[in-house]
């Protein structure tokens, strides 16, 4: 019989994170859920991270590896030492919520098919927390919970919950992930350096039921440092994780939607090129093309074109709308 407190173990990727570590260990150790080892993986820190680590003595175990210059080698080397059934991770500058471990582990509890649970999330930065949580910014899922009138949590199947992690973003701190799905999916993509949490989650979500916890279970910090803050770089790995996973998917919904997805991040890719690169621009807005060469796509490349042109469409549509307000 499955343990009614099976041991959690948190991971948590820290690369220079002397500034916010302290304050992330402190909410993992102040979890109601009593069952849990904590495994922070320094990925070749040149502050005092290693020094806040071991500050907690025995409750952390302290790995050390070269810099991988991504997140994905990092949770994977925490899971390979890991004891648990559980694996939950955590971003070295995130914040849990007390409750956070204990309600995901009575979700799976209570939902044996699911593989997976998300944690609803807040965002937060020097100023305070954000009022509105991250749920309630996704359409499609706020649509769904409010029409199930979800209580406690929702499980989507593998049709449901791959479209809506196709439109949606969950962050790398949300999940709670079996250890046995992970032997059948495998780990994250180390040759990647960003997105590389959405591609893990997405495998996951293809082959088993996921969850959907609406309470706040976490809370991201926005500051400039975050990886995600490079917006070129993000928008190339969102190509690429999403180029591979089509390169793998059979399914015809699936596959529609994906390529949808890449001509939209191709477009994005273009707009932040103009100006900057308009050839680039113009190449990346050419690209989308083969992914959705549909008449409002075309009208989109047109706008680009005119950017290019020194139109910028973009201060256009401003001044429409602050006209039409």
Known sequence: MPSLQPLVSVIIPAFNAERYLAETLDGIFAQTYPNIEVIVVDDGSADGTRGIIESYGKPVTYLYQNNSRGCSKPRNEGMRVASGDLFVFIDSDDVMAPHRVATQVAFLAAHPEAALVFSNYQDFDERGIEPVDHFATCPLLSDRLRRQQVGDGLVLDPADSTELL???????????????????????DESLRASEDFEFQYRVAARYPIGLIPAVGWYKRLHSRTMS?????????????????????????????????????????????????????????????????????????????????????????????????
């Open 166 to 188: 196709l439109t949606e973003n969950f962050g790398s701190s949300s999940p709670m992930v079996r250890r046995a799905a992970v032997d059948v999916i495998g780990m994250f």
């Open 229 to 325: 803050s490079n917006l070129p770089n993000i928008l190339h790995h969102k190509i690429l994780t999403r180029q591979r996973l089509l390169e793998r998917e059979t399914i015809a919904r699936r596959r529609r939607k994906l390529k949808r997805v890449i001509a939209t991040r191709y477009r994005a890719l273009a707009y932040y090129q103009t100006g900057r690169d308009n050839l680039l621009a113009l190449r990346l807005g050419l690209i989308s093309l083969r992914y959705r060469p549909s008449g409002d796509d075309l009208k989109v490349f047109a706008r680009i074109l005119l950017d290019v042109l020194g139109r910028d469409t973009n201060h256009v549509e401003r001044m429409q709308a602050g006209h039409r307000a």
